[in-house]
């Protein structure tokens, strides 16, 4: 509008505008579009006005803004106000100097050393700052600021200082920006900046906040980049004949001296007893610093500085405590920043090698679940290191396999050192549980060494023109033989159907080990008979510990395992190329799927998912034809199995079916586009109709459908291509509420949740009918699923046939009817060019509103209020003012609580919608509701049920908030009648 009659003609007919927009950012939904508007005006009004009158545009425009920072500290509103600046700022350079001086008689004079409201202020420098605005002095000094001195001639220092440590993490956050962000990042930092800095990292280096943290990161890192590119733009200064102004000597030494100062700082809040906040922004920051470093690829200055430069020995033993941390994500980048140094810095000689490896056999067999990881990075650190080999070569004698060593010990030695070091304990602890229960395995378990190997593998990489590639394939087989055999040996406790902490009755044997022992013992020259066997038994060791290392077991093998079909290439025909067989794919295809359909633990059968997954998407790719098949065969055999009685007993009928689900969603999910999603199509057409006709068919076959549908529609990866079988999943869950088997109505609910989520979205707030999100029009709604128009029409019709009888005759499918309806509201077009009109399901719903179960009165309410349309809502709250008794004579509160409550609802909704609805409609039932004075008896004592009057209480007062003074007469009834009863209430004799 404002493009046609002008931006100036607005503002007369509207003075108040800009203060009416601002208003309105606090609501997020609007907040852009008011921004958006706001600057289309202002940038028309500028265009209008012209120089002459530019002092007028200030004061309508930027005042309302800066009044608006300094109203009130509320972070959400500052970034909203903060791109609406930057939007000023742009339309003219001198609103800069105009802000800049109400910055300086305004605000300069409020904030004194220890005042609270600094937000603003620094909010607005900072942007200013981002523009430019201010300049570095033209001289580099050394002294720290006084007193008096000002901060770019601009903040009194102490008022930034306050602002660096001021305990409102955003004023913080946005004063260090402040100091670190610059137009350009040539431009040089102060010593009076260093300080600045210095005093803020001291000060929140301890922060508890992770948004903070993550804001620390991302402005250390600006800062970091900015002192390394203006060292780049000072180192070539000394080299030429004109000296600059300032000394580029003392700039360098000061950029020199803070890294030194920040690194010390950040090694020092790693020592032992530091907090979790401490050690983890510590390590952040040193990753940043680190990440800066690597980023320089010149020789300079900035090149030459390392973490490790303060102190080598000490640095290295920090970090190395920090691998023990209980925090993984510490583990990883303590990890990385050891890995990132030449590993002569490292300090690791032969016989520190040798301690760090022993210690690391001890924790990888640990009982405590955060010993292990650190064993692992431990040995990918101790393979970096040049003296490994020997060190095994020491510790194994003759290395299995033909293999030995290099001289010069490369990168590949060392990781096949490490692994067949790694594999030889396993062995060894298998050897020692030869024979024992599962109670004396617990103690030592192998879940931690083959997560060591896992980790292991993460720094392998196998291609065709490795070295000893025969070595490989021989080491893989062997890791492949044991990680099956570890696998075997919890079986018997995740596929053990009783609850959790059962202990198997044949633990008293390990299954198969015996056999296994001797065949790979010979290959290493291990005596079996010389091993130890304590006879007595081992005590501290509960069942859930044994269920936990089971489960801890299945997980690193199946993690293991999909890693080697994801990264080891099948070998070839000609046995020159690749480091897996076809015989032991298929043999890691059959173990991950006997867990899978086997498995009744989550944690174990959910991690073996995740291998599945990377198995069937390397079949999916694989160019033999036969494993390619492979996954389609083992959809058809599951999907056969499921349908006959016979063979679905071994599978999970509890705990919503087990992982027979996330198989066939491994399958199905991973599916190439090429195929057409043939998978789906074959699991649909086979398990919908099974879902929908119950007869003659097991139970256990109903509920592992319905829980594999459900699995389906949940998987965001299959996206829009569920949608053609949405309405026939929504009509199979609302049938499954009818049968007579729990089982099969625990499904059925299940499946109705899954299918609400799918259809509109995963639900953003507990009440939400009021707001058109997670809903979406009846028009809308059934255009895409038109089959369920009679279908709900008819289930809602059956359910409501005796709706007035007994309590305990209520329709199973009447609640998600409702539900969905609750969903639905009625379009501008509903009806147009259809005959599909919601206005068919008004009746039958409002019939519900009288139901004698209270829960079904409120869910009618709730989903008869969005199907009435705007304009027919007057017509709907007279006919319901007029139904309402006038006398308890002959009076049902049940029928009188339906109608209470659709008058209460059809009020909310009114303030809901107070952008969408007409001001005739609105004053219309205004209008209506002073009839209110008429039925005052529903609020006092006459009427016995407490509940229909709380709700008449709740309508009145949500009438008396309009502030309407036609209904003064009302409001002042209204509240006699509450003073009355309140007195009455309160000389009653308790």
């Not at 269920?547 to 020159?576: A, H």
């Not at 707001?771 to 019709?797: A, C, D, H, I, V």
Request: hydrophobic content about 40%.
């Amino acid at each position: 509008l404002a493009r046609y009659i002008g931006a100036g003609v607005i503002l007369d007919m509207c003075p108040d505008l800009p203060k009416l927009l601002m208003n309105v950012l606090d609501d997020q939904s609007i907040a852009c579009h008011a921004i958006d508007c706001m600057e289309t005006i202002f940038t028309l009004h500028w265009t209008e006005l012209g120089e002459d009158k530019i002092s007028v545009w200030f004061q309508i425009w930027i005042d309302p803004v800066l009044t608006c920072l300094a109203s009130e500290r509320r972070p959400e509103k500052t970034h909203v106000v903060e791109p609406l600046l930057m939007k000023l700022l742009k339309c003219t350079e001198q609103a800069q100097a105009y802000i800049t001086t109400q910055l300086r008689t305004q605000f300069l004079t409020m904030y004194n050393v220890g005042d609270a409201n600094l937000l603003p202020l620094i909010v607005s420098l900072k942007i200013l700052n981002n523009f430019g605005h201010f300049k570095n002095r033209p001289t580099y000094t050394l002294e720290t600021g006084s007193g008096s001195e000002l901060w770019r001639d601009v903040l009194p220092v102490p008022v930034l200082k306050s602002a660096l440590c001021h305990n409102d993490d955003q004023i913080s956050v946005d004063a260090v920006g402040l100091v670190c962000n610059a137009v350009k990042t040539t431009e040089l930092i102060t010593q009076t900046d260093v300080e600045l800095l210095k005093l803020f990292y001291t000060n929140h280096i301890h922060s508890q906040s992770p948004g903070f943290r993550q804001q620390m990161l991302a402005t250390t890192k600006k800062l970091l980049r900015r002192m390394r590119d203006s060292a780049k733009v000072v180192s070539k200064k000394l080299s030429q004949k004109r000296p600059p102004s300032y000394s580029p000597s003392e700039v360098l030494d000061s950029y020199q001296e803070f890294i030194r100062w920040f690194v010390r700082l950040l090694l020092g809040s790693l020592r032992p007893g530091s907090s979790f906040p401490r050690r983890c922004s510590a390590l952040q920051l040193l990753d940043v610093v680190l990440l800066v470093h690597n980023e320089n690829q010149t020789q300079d200055m900035f090149y030459d500085m390392s973490i490790f430069s303060v102190s080598c020995t000490q640095c290295v033993a920090i970090l190395i405590e920090c691998l023990s941390d209980t925090f993984d994500n510490n583990k990883a980048i303590a990890f990385k920043l050891l890995t990132a140094q030449p590993q002569s810095q490292l300090y690791l000689t032969e016989d520190k090698c040798t301690q760090l490896l022993d210690h690391c056999v001890e924790l990888a067999t640990s009982m405590k679940s955060e010993d292990y990881p650190t064993s692992a990075y431990l040995i990918r650190l101790l393979s970096k290191q040049s003296s490994i080999c020997s060190i095994i070569h020491s510790k194994l004698v003759e290395f299995p396999h033909n293999y030995t060593p290099a001289q010069c010990s490369t990168q590949e030695d060392g990781l096949l050192c490490m692994l067949f070091y790694l594999h030889r304990q396993v062995l060894d602890q298998a050897t020692s549980l030869q024979g024992r229960n599962l109670l004396e395995a617990a103690r030592r378990p192998l879940h931690g060494l083959i997560h060591c190997i896992r980790m292991q593998m993460l720094d392998v990489v196998l291609h065709s023109t490795v070295e000893h590639c025969d070595v490989w394939r021989r080491l893989l087989a062997d890791i492949i033989d044991i990680s099956l055999y570890a696998s075997k040996l919890v079986h018997p406790v995740v596929t053990e159907s009783a609850p959790e902490g059962y202990l198997p009755k044949d633990s008293e044997t390990v299954l198969g080990l015996d056999e296994f022992i001797c065949e790979f013992g010979s290959q290493l020259s291990l005596g079996v008979d010389s091993v130890s066997r304590p006879a007595d038994q081992v005590s501290g060791v509960t069942a859930q510990m044994i269920v936990f290392i089971s489960w801890r077991s299945i997980k690193e093998v199946s993690l293991l395992l999909g890693w080697l079909v994801q990264n080891c290439d099948i070998i070839s025909v000609d046995s020159k190329q690749g480091f897996i067989s076809q015989d032991q794919i298929k043999l890691i295809g059959e173990h991950l799927t006997t867990l899978l359909l086997e498995c009744v633990h989550l944690g174990a059968f959910e991690q073996a998912y995740i291998g599945f997954v990377d198995l069937v998407n390397m079949l999916w790719r694989s160019n033999v034809v036969e494993l390619n098949l492979l996954p389609s065969k083992w959809l058809s055999d599951l999907l056969t199995d499921v349908q006959y009685t016979e063979s679905i007993a071994k599978f999970c009928a509890t705990r919503r079916s087990g992982g027979v689900p996330h198989f066939i969603k491994a399958i199905v999910s991973s599916e190439p586009m090429s195929r057409g999603h043939a998978c789906l199509k074959q699991c649909m057409t086979t398990l919908v109709p099974i879902t929908l006709d119950h007869t003659d068919q097991h139970i256990d076959t109903i509920v592992h459908a319905f829980n594999i549908i459900r699995a389906l529609f949940r998987d965001n990866k299959l996206g829009e291509a569920v949608f053609p079988y949405i309405a026939d999943g929504v009509k199979a869950s609302i049938g499954g509420f009818s049968s007579q088997t729990w089982a099969v109505r625990n499904c059925a609910t299940l499946l109705f949740s899954a299918m609400m989520t799918r259809i509109f979205g995963v639900k953003t707030s507990k009440n939400d009918f009021s707001s058109k999100q997670n809903r979406m029009t009846g028009r809308e709604f059934f255009s895409r699923f038109p089959s369920l128009y009679e279908f709900l029409l008819t289930q809602l019709e059956t359910a409501t046939e005796n709706i007035q009888g007994s309590r305990d005759n209520l329709h199973p499918s009447l609640y998600p009817v409702l539900l969905i309806l609750n969903r639905l509201y009625p379009s501008a077009m509903d009806g147009a060019d259809s005959a599909l009109k919601m206005d068919a399901f008004i009746p039958i719903v409002k019939s519900c509103t009288t139901s004698p179960v209270m829960k079904t009165r409120y869910l009618a309410v709730q989903a008869l209020t969005p199907l009435t349309r705007i304009n027919q809502l007057p017509t709907r709250l007279e006919s319901l003012l007029n139904d309402l008794p006038l006398s308890p004579v002959g009076l049902s509160q049940n029928c009188l609580h339906g109608m209470l409550l659709q008058i209460n609802f059809m009020m909310a909704d009114t303030c809901a919608q107070k952008f969408d609805m007409p001001s005739d409609v609105r004053d219309r039932m205004n209008s209506s509701l002073s009839s209110l004075s008429r039925y005052m008896w529903i609020a006092s004592r006459e009427n016995s049920c407490p509940m229909t009057r709380s709700v008449f209480i709740d309508i009145c007062y949500k009438f008396s908030q309009k502030n309407n003074p036609e209904h003064r007469n009302l409001l002042e009834k209204f509240k006699r009648l509450i003073v009355d009863e309140v007195l009455t209430a309160s000389n009653e004799p308790s």
